[in-house]
Each structure stands twice: as structure tokens, then as C-alpha cells.
């Protein structure tokens, strides 16, 4: 893509922008003088669409006039809203989809049913430096099923002298420990460095050894296109927080391939994942639901949910593709400007990304702080990462490139 340093640049992409007109359904933070911040922290906490307050409202009229009754006349499905939204987001059938509980949460209960682990045949592939919540559930799973974590693991990390994973390494270790992994369970983004797997070419060749193969799609989900069902993915599970903009601890979405729904192996029940049929005549054997659904196990946080169905009809009017789209520009856009103006600032994420872009400055937490302090709402994750993440239906071009300038000018100072 063609850019230019030039400040009118932006102000054009800016006028020729299809998206441009969502920034208006988004609250926007402010300073304590009522000025816009820059708010590039879209990968850690969306920020609000202006309907959910009415919306809440409105469900919270049905509690107040209706109480129970509203369970029958309105909550009762009211999950099933967000199916078929979500499921066009990860690239799934609807069957393949639920959105229930916290992020981690789903991971341990996916857990429970796709790691099967077997004398010979109980190693999980993860990426090292995998987001913490991530490593603390397969190193509790490791623990349930009684193997040693040192043996049971095999982390893939950068080569020497490197920063991101070589693919090439991914494979080459499916293929060397092939017969002794159970799990493939990878980040499709890292979080960190912000880069994003081929998480088609990495099923493939899952399949060819028969490992399962699971995604945190945590920083992928509504930022980049995605094709769950069609690349054979196991599992996967994500947040709805982040790029999605459904508030802090919004319910997580869950994938399973329609090849487990009728799935005779492990798993934690509940009474939301029974036969909807015969689920109010209380028996006593759990009959699962042969969808997704039938992993639930408790009905569905109605107000949490609700900022999801907010934000998934904004994600319905822009479209996945359009979205995507403006999110490489936006964000090649960043990467150019960060090239151009800042000589002493380390890009660490690869071409191959999402809306983010991770840098290392020297003395990177000082930097931070001042820019937190000068209006550049961004994010720092230890050691030494600062991450940029413009999104791409409430952020400007104006704002990646003021962004930049302030950079540079507290770099200068």
C-alpha cells in the first residue's frame, strides 16, 4: 500500500473512509478539558457503543414490570441472539457457536472434554510466552490428569537471535512429536508481540497426525477474518471485551466443529446444555444438546449479553470484510509512520498481523507514562512492550498519525 508522511494524507483517507461514520456510535473518552483522547487500547477494552444504555434499560424494564415471567416470555433464548452474528464472525455454522460464561472458564471446560491425554500419546504444543491465563490452564490440566509438566509441554519459541515464531518451526514440531501430542492449543494472535498464526496451514497439518487443535481467538475475534469451520479446527474460544467492544468481562464465544456435536467423550454438564425439549421436566440424566449448546451448563447472563448484541449489530452493518480491511491499512498505516519519524523505536510485530502493533523503546515504561499522561491511551505489558492497537471502527488516520507525532516529540524531549 501506498502512504505518505504528509499529514494531508490522513486527512484524505480520512474523508474517503466508508467506515467513518461507526466512530459515531461509540462513546469516545475525553480529558478533564472535554478534548478526545487517543484511545489505540481497542485490544484490551472495546470502548462502549452508545445504544447499550438503552438497551439495559429496556431488559431491566421486563425485570421490573414482568420478574419471572420475563424468563419465559423473553430470557429463556435469548443466547441464541448472538449465534448466528457470531458464528458469521469466526467463519462457522451456527451449531458450531454458543456464547456463554468467561473467557477462561470455557477454556478448562473445552479443556476437559479435547485434552484426552494417553501414556503415549499426552504432550500439548503452545507457544511460549503464551498469555499467562492460557499457560496457567494447561498447566492445571496437565496436573488433573497427573503428568509431569516439564515432560508433558513442548513450548515453541523464537529461534536465537529472534523475536516472533517461524512458522516453519510450528510445523516442523508437529511433525517431529507427531505420535506423542494430544493438543495443538495456540494463541491465533499472540498478545504480545501481536503476531498472527496461520491457523489453516497449522489444522492441516494437526489432521495429518490426528491432534486436536484448538485457538484463544482472545485478540483475533472481530479483528481479523476467519474461517473456523471450513480450516477443521476443534475448538476455539474468545472474548467478547477486547475488539468486539462488549464491556469489561463480557460472556466469551465458543466454537466446537460440528464433527464432536454428538461427542460421547468427557465434559463438565449443566442443565442450560440439556435437550431444550425435556429440559424443564427435570430428569435426572443429562441428554446434551448436539450443538455447541451443549457444552453450557448455566443459563445466560442476560446483561451481559446485552452489550454484545450491540456491538455484533454494529459488526452487522459494517461487515467482517470492510472491517479487516480498514484494520491493515489503518494499522500499516501506524507502521509506516512509525518507520518514517522514529529511528530509535523497534517495530516487534511481524508483517503478519492484526490491528496492533508492538514496539520497544529504551526506557519503554517512562514513555508510556507520558504518553498515557499527554491524551495516547495505549497499553504496557511487561518487559519492555508497548502496544498501539487503532481500531478500525472508532479510530482515525488523523489519530494514528498525531499519534506518531507524539511519540516523537516525548522521544525528542
Known sequence: ?????????????????????????????????????????????????????????????????????????????????????????????PSEVVIMNALTVNIHLLLVSFYRPTKKRFKIIIEKDAFPSDQYAIDSQINFHGFDKKEAIIEIEPRIGEK????????????????????????????????????????????????????????????????????????????????????????????????????????????????????????????PIK??????????PILGMVPIIASLNIYNLAGMKKIREKGVRLTGYLEFLINHFLSNVLILTPKRKGSQISIVIEKGKIVFDTLMEKGLVCDWREPDVIRLAPHPLFNTYKEVFNSVQLIKKVLDE
Not at 507427531?178 to 491457523?199: C, K, P, S
Not at 450443538?291 to 443459563?299: K, R
Open 1 to 93: 500500500m501506498n502512504y505518505s508522511p504528509l499529514k494531508t494524507f490522513a486527512n484524505r483517507e480520512d474523508e474517503n473512509d466508508q467506515l467513518s461514520e461507526f466512530r459515531n456510535d461509540f462513546f469516545y473518552p475525553k480529558n478533564s478539558e472535554g478534548e478526545n483522547l487517543i484511545y489505540f487500547c481497542g485490544n484490551s477494552l472495546g470502548l462502549q457503543p452508545k445504544s447499550v444504555p438503552s438497551l439495559i434499560k429496556k431488559e431491566l424494564q421486563v425485570w421490573e414490570n414482568d420478574g419471572v415471567k420475563g424468563q419465559e416470555n423473553r430470557w429463556i433464548d435469548y443466547h441464541e441472539r448472538l449465534t448466528e452474528p457470531s458464528a458469521n464472525l469466526v467463519g462457522a455454522k
Open 164 to 287: 516472533i515464531i517461524n512458522e516453519e518451526d510450528i510445523s516442523n514440531t508437529i511433525k517431529k512429536h507427531g505420535d506423542e501430542v494430544a493438543l495443538i492449543y495456540l494463541g491465533g494472535i499472540n498478545y504480545y508481540t501481536g503476531q498472527l498464526f496461520d491457523m489453516k496451514s497449522i489444522s492441516l497439518v494437526a489432521k495429518k497426525y490426528n491432534i486436536i487443535v484448538g485457538f484463544n481467538l482472545a485478540h483475533c475475534a472481530g479483528n481479523v477474518e476467519l474461517s473456523l469451520h471450513e480450516w477443521g479446527v476443534d475448538f476455539a474460544s474468545w472474548c467478547t471485551y477486547k475488539y468486539l467492544c462488549a464491556g469489561p468481562g463480557a460472556p466469551s464465544g465458543v466454537f466446537i466443529h460440528e464433527d464432536h456435536h454428538k461427542w460421547i467423550g468427557p465434559r463438565f454438564s449443566g442443565w442450560w446444555g440439556h435437550d431444550k425439549k425435556t429440559r424443564f421436566q427435570m430428569p435426572s440424566d443429562f441428554n
Open 291 to 300: 450443538t455447541a449448546e451443549g457444552w453450557q451448563i448455566s443459563n445466560a
